[in-house]
């Protein structure tokens, strides 16, 4: 994204000079000396308050990016791997840079912004101009707690080691818990991990994962969603080189797409919530990835009674997520869902055509263009006549505006990142509290018919 950037070969860089830009994916301000990451190989080089800089991060570099001051890439967009794990850490990062690669080099003092996207050069000694704020301990308005909504404000959750960190917001649960981190963060496949260590290894893995998440919200709930990992992910990982080659993963063989072509594997991670219900956690509710229409959903209920899963007892849902599953929602009630989830990061890519991981087109992806507001609200509608729970578990429900926007259409819950939380509670209360009065007043207008 950078244009006018200051490389360092004439020289050391004056101490505020800018270097480079891209897009603020995770809060706060940090300082520390740039170690640039060519390969994940490489990702053991990361000390304690580095700067990471690198093409892209990838799940097996969690550990790395744990302990860094900062994280810059010259790729992604606000949806990418490195945006969502960063913020779920509290670690201040930037992606899209285009150039962060070429033009830092190691043990470069940096200082960088992650709510402005900037990265300007560190004096010396590289105080950080600000402390790194880690979110989700910000003043409520009003003090004495945060305000209670009727609209529930839950939280996303990614890695499960940032679960304690989820919960302490306060949130009314986990509108989402992907479990593609869980799964990616043991460096194989699915399926080359079942291969080396077997089933029952496999669902251990994910209930114990998810387990703590459970444990850390208990009684709130949390939705866990099967696994949706493109293949190009995939791929980096032992065992990858079995997936297949896609010029579009995004567009590929991901989601419930995968999941009803390899039943036996979504099994067994069916098979792992299914344990964790037998041992009382039931706050735990299980969702399902990127179906098109209601023979997707279908089929995915079938899995479940297969594997035992008490639907009386446990809620189950959808990610809405597709253009061919906005059209079909009510068909997709029907199918007996409790809920379903705005997931708007792909329903934007889908809809507007724009790649989410794409930086060249990033100021193309507008999850406010009238299109996707029109489509959320048609499907916010549907449910609310059905009785059936709706969020938004996309990047945007952490923008104030589309929570307000949201609230104002009447949906019935909103997941946001862990550092987002707060404000969206404020502004989910100010919009209720904005809806009453506009009630109030209409009925002082019109007090409608007087009796006697
Ligand atoms: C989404 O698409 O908005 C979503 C929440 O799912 P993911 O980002 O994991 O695709
Ligand atoms: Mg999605």
């Keep these: ?20 830009t891209g897009y603020g994916s995770s809060p706060g301000v940090a300082t520390g000396p740039v170690k640039i990451i060519e390969d994940i190989e490489e990702a053991d080089r990361i000390d304690e308050g580095d700067v990471i800089v690198t093409e892209m991060t990838a799940p097996d570099m969690v550990p790395a990016m744990k302990r860094s ?24 990062a930037i992606v899209g840079c285009g150039d962060a690669t070429d033009v830092l080099r190691d043990g470069q003092r940096v200082t960088l912004d992650g709510q402005k996207g900037t990265v300007v050069a560190a004096d010396a000694e590289g105080e950080a101009a600000e ?37 302490d917001t306060g949130a009314d649960g986990v509108g989402l818990l992907r479990l593609e981190h869980i799964l990616l ?35 709130r709930p949390v939705r866990a969603r099967t696994l949706d990992a493109p293949t190009d992910e995939l791929a980096e990982l032992e065992g990858g080189e079995e997936e297949p080659h896609e010029h579009n993963p995004m567009l590929g063989y991901r989601g419930i797409r995968r999941s009803l072509q390899e039943p036996e594997m979504v099994k067994l991670e069916l098979r792992a919530f ?59 009630i029907d199918e007996g869902i409790d809920f379903v989830a705005l997931g708007t990061n792909d329903i934007v890519q889908f809809m507007l055509a724009v790649d989410r991981n794409n930086a060249q087109v990033a100021d193309r992806f507008d999850d406010f263009h009238p299109t996707i507001l029109e489509a959320m609200s048609e499907v916010i509608e549907a449910c609310n006549e059905n009785g059936v729970d709706t969020t938004i578990t996309g990047q945007s429900g952490s923008h104030p505006d589309m929570a307000k926007f949201l609230v104002e259409k009447g949906i019935t819950s909103l997941s946001s990142n862990i550092d987002a939380v707060d404000e969206v509670r404020r502004v989910v209360a100010r919009a209720e509290r904005r809806l009453q009065l506009d009630e109030a007043r209409k009925n002082v207008d019109d007090p409608g018919p007087r009796l006697g």
């Design 131 to 167: 402390e790194a704020d880690p979110g989700g301990s910000r003043d409520v308005e009003g003090g004495g707690g945060p305000p209670t909504t009727a609209t529930e404000v839950k939280v996303n959750v990614s890695i499960p080691d940032a679960a304690q960190r989820a919960a």
């Design 1 to 20: 994204m950078s244009s006018e950037t200051e490389t360092v070969e004439d020289g050391e860089p004056d101490p505020g000079a800018e270097l480079t």
């Design 274 to 332: 299914k344990r964790l219900h037998d041992m009382g956690y039931d706050n735990v509710e299980v969702m399902f990835p990127l179906p098109n229409d209601a023979s997707d959903v279908r089929r995915a209920r079938e899995l479940m009674d297969e594997v035992g899963i008490d639907r009386k007892q446990h809620d189950w849902g959808a990610m809405i997520e597709t253009p061919a599953s906005i059209r079909a929602i009510d068909e997709i």
């Design 185 to 219: 963060s043991t460096s194989k496949t699915p399926e080359k991990y079942v291969a080396d260590h077997g089933e029952e290894a496999f669902v251990k893995e994910i209930s114990e994962e998810i387990r703590k998440v459970a444990d850390a919200f208990y009684p």
């Design 69 to 92: 001051a900062g994280i810059l890439t010259d790729e992604g967009g606000m949806t990418s791997h490195a945006a969502i794990v960063s913020r779920e850490l509290g670690v201040p």
